[in-house]
């Protein structure tokens, strides 16, 4: 990942990041790594997931993240993840 340095005009504090979030869009330092999350209302109406549309429900959803992140979900958590995940 490329790395940022990032310095504030104010106090000429300098800090590194990889992702300075949402301090790209606004410009202000109290913003460097901060981020706007979509919301999980709606999740199942929103299919297919991801740029590729590669997850074509909230169970490709979950299995992805569960593999990616390696969360050691069990088979029966997982279900249990994505049927909440549909009543939100």
């Known amino acids: 990942l490329p790395l ?4 504030n005009k104010s106090s000429g ?3 590194q990041t990889s992702d ?7 410009g202000r330092w109290a ?3 901060r981020f706007k ?9 929103r299919s297919p997931y991801f740029h590729d549309g590669s997850a074509q429900n909230v169970e490709d959803l979950v299995k992805f993240y569960n593999d990616r992140f390696a ?8 279900s249990d993840l994505a049927e909440f995940l ?3």
């Not at 940022?4 to 310095?7: H, K, R, S």
């Not at 300075?20 to 606004?26: C, D, E, I, R, Y």
């Not at 969360?71 to 997982?78: A, H, K, Y």
């Open 37 to 45: 999350v979509p919301v999980l209302r709606g999740l199942e109406a």
């Open 4 to 7: 940022y340095t990032l310095q």
């Open 20 to 26: 300075p979030g949402l301090a790209m869009q606004t």
């Open 13 to 15: 504090e300098l800090l």
């Open 71 to 78: 969360t050691g979900l069990s088979l029966q958590e997982m």
């Open 86 to 88: 549909k009543t939100l």
């Open 31 to 33: 913003d460097i790594g």
